[in-house]
């Protein structure tokens, strides 16, 4: 079999659907032609390789490459006083209704050029790079406006071309009312839906369309007419669903086929047996738990039982979960969630391509699928998930190279 290079002498954790567990393969092998994995299994069972390159991976593990599934990696300034107002005893809603939270990001996001947002997302996409990381969703949601929104989306598609990465971008307009329509909600989402999603779908500037949907956010008759828009622009939909209170988001995600619901600690039975029944992806935030002390954990136990695939992200945001760390990530979902070590890992590879819409691209070591892998120096896979601010990234491979 003719291919590019080879990873010999590996231990494999698939992640394939189909297989047991992690799928592993103890004595395995991965070969790739023009970025693709053209063999990933047993030695012993391999196809004769002219590979123009063979690397020797001494026994090291290989798992795909990760995916962080929600992110907001594109925003200006930092809210490290609002942690601060937190530590004394205000609660996220009394610092956003005081004129903090995602507002004040906003201020600082639209006196950035777009160069300048550039510049500082990179620094955290370089941390998540470094411990593995393949595919990673970058949101908007910080503009607020046409002209801001469209530059967040522009930064954010340009960090595909600073780095050896796939960006996926959503548009996250429906984040917050920005202070110009104060009062006027529905003003807002007119904006969104006249003018915001028809440009940037004119651009081909996002792969989604997603709203934050809660008390302090968006009703969820708002938040369906954004929907509505987003399906005729022929654009996915995924929401910030029933993190502080039960709006029944995620339940209205699953009416319109959604990609995603993530946050979820208050989801009630009616929206699990909705997401499963349209193979929405639950994706948990452990990140955002841990940072605003929540108390309410997500329904786990009744996720599990419906079958609803379960996808990890970091919410990288300057608010609620400044965490750049996957590893760090599977760690808190386990320890707070009391997530199963193959859960975690499946949590980032796996279920976090679903999340995407891009499982038959990534997130399974398996024939065909683009040759995104991160190679470990560990002993078995749960040292992923047991240790914390350990990094044991031997090599990372992205679309082969």
Known sequence: MRCDRVWARARLATLASGRPGLGEVEDGCIAALDGRIVYAGP??????????????????????????????????????????????????EEIARAGGGIVSTMAATRAASEDALVETALSRLDALIAEGATT???????????????????????????RPVTIRTTFLGAH?????????????????????????????????????????GFTPAQTRRVFETAKAHDLPVKLHAEQLSNLHGAALAAEFGALSADHLEHLDEAGIAAMARAGVVATLLPGAYYFVRETKLPPIEALRAAGV??????????GTSPLTSLLLTM????????????????GVTREAARALG??????????GKRCDLAIWDIERPAELVYRMGFNPLHARVWSGL
């Open 309 to 318: 695939p379960i996808a990890l992200a970091t919410d990288c945001n300057p």
């Open 43 to 92: 030695a012993f069972e391999a196809p004769v390789f002219e590979a123009a390159e063979v690397i020797d991976c001494e026994g090291r593990w290989i798992t795909p490459g990760l995916i962080d599934p929600h992110t907001h990696l594109v925003f200006g300034g930092d809210r490290a006083h609002e942690f601060e107002l937190r530590l004394a005893g205000a609660s996220y």
């Open 136 to 162: 990673v969703e970058v949101k908007s949601g910080y503009g607020l406006s046409l002209e801001h929104e469209l530059k967040s989306l522009r930064a954010a598609r340009a960090l595909a071309r600073r």
């Open 176 to 216: 917050t009312l920005p202070p110009e329509f104060a009062g006027d909600a529905d003003g807002y989402i007119a904006l969104v839906c006249r003018e915001m999603i028809p440009s940037l779908a004119a651009e081909g500037l996002a792969d989604a369309v997603d709203a934050f949907c809660e008390g302090i």
């Open 331 to 346: 760690n808190m979902g386990a320890t707070l969630f009391r997530l199963t070590v193959e859960e975690c890992l499946a």
């Open 358 to 367: 891009l499982l038959a691209e990534t997130g399974t070591l398996e024939p």
